[in-house]
């Protein structure tokens, strides 16, 4: 006897019914047939999410260790603890709750401003090599390839001026300190914008890894809006599978507006009626959520600005291991503490006391590499 037919809202919505780990039973199925326990892969998920914090919106990325506010590592003398060291340490201490640049398109380090960097071979690994051997015959060969990316580093810099007599409210170390952390921070945001500028655009995407939503599609109250098969289509497009998903926060908020996705997540244990990231990426098996709420603005203009698209998001598959293929790479030129390098001067003609100078500064690029390790959904926000 035949599968019935689904011929309901009703018996669509228990088809679609998370399993009791809570993963989709069309996810759980595809892992399955990559060799992987779809139950341990849930748990991997669950405690990945958990590192981070109870349904975390921000990637379970350990925080790199920062000083206390108001305090610097001190030598003897003030000659001493001026030292570019310290002041580059300073740079490379910016939190990075709010940022995820490195979660979408991790660092790989470079000793020259342009060059050719390695990268695997995704259409090599995949080809068929004929393995048949005879009694006598001779073993194939096959060549462990690798394709190229070109890059070409950018200087970027900013400066700031910390006059002495504004200054003498704090320790003058303390001071250019801050300020070095005030620049970073600065130049971190620019680097995210553009970060949030090459996954929001559909664009950076392979043309079959892109789903264009129409009038009444929008997943926020659409009346033709189908979610599941936006995803599946999505998923099933990239080439590899997606272990990061990118929201901002409108985007966000229209999934949890999803009629179809409240009504099918209703049956989780625990489930208290508000889709949490945590319940995205088990029921989609993708690794890690993340929800932006970062805001930028431009020069002249008083608006405030998402980093991230508010009526699009992006799946990526990303691997931060440098020669690993994934959907983009930032290339940084080595030097300073992570990249970043900081020069300090005295500048007597400003002020009556004159002031600190600091320049902080790193070089780097951000690449495509693979624009079918990735998917977007534009659209899906009225």
Known sequence: MGVPLIIDTNQRFRAARPTHYGMSPWVAERIQQLGLDPRDYAERIRGAEERAGVY????????????????????????????????????????????????????????????????????????????????????????????????????????????????????????????????????????????????????????????????????????????????????????????????????????????????????QLGNEGMLQPMDWSLYWGIRRTLVAENRYKVPGSATLQRVYPTTAFAILHVNPTPSARTFAKNFVRRGGVNGWTTTRWFDPDTGGKGADCVKTSYDNEIVPIDDKFGAICTGMRA
């Open 56 to 267: 975390a919106s921000v990637g379970p990325r350990p925080l790199p260790r920062a000083t206390p506010a108001n305090t610097v590592p001190c030598a003897l003398d003030y000659n001493d603890v001026t030292q570019q060291t310290i002041l580059d340490q300073a740079a490379a201490e910016v939190p990075s709750v709010g940022f995820y640049a490195e979660d979408l398109a991790p660092s790989a380090f470079v000793d020259a401003d342009k060059g050719r960097f390695p990268v695997d071979d995704y259409a090599e690994s995949i080809e068929i090599v004929d393995d048949a051997i005879g009694t006598h015959g001779n073993v194939q060969r096959i060549q462990r390839n690798h394709s190229f990316v070109d890059y070409a580093v950018r200087p970027r810099a900013l400066e700031v001026r910390v006059n002495r007599a504004v200054a003498s409210l704090a320790p003058q170390l303390v001071s250019v300190a801050n300020e070095t952390r005030a620049l970073s921070a600065r130049m971190t945001l620019n680097h995210e914008v553009r970060v949030g500028a090459l996954v929001g655009t559909a664009t950076s995407f392979h043309a079959t890894c892109r789903r264009v939503l129409g009038a009444g599609q929008n997943w926020n109250g659409g009346a033709s809006a189908n979610p599941i098969a936006d995803m599946q289509a999505m998923i099933a497009a990239m080439i590899a599978f997606p272990n990061v998903s990118m929201f901002s926060l409108e985007a966000w908020q229209a999934v949890q507006a999803n009629d179809v996705m409240r009504a099918i997540l209703a049956s």
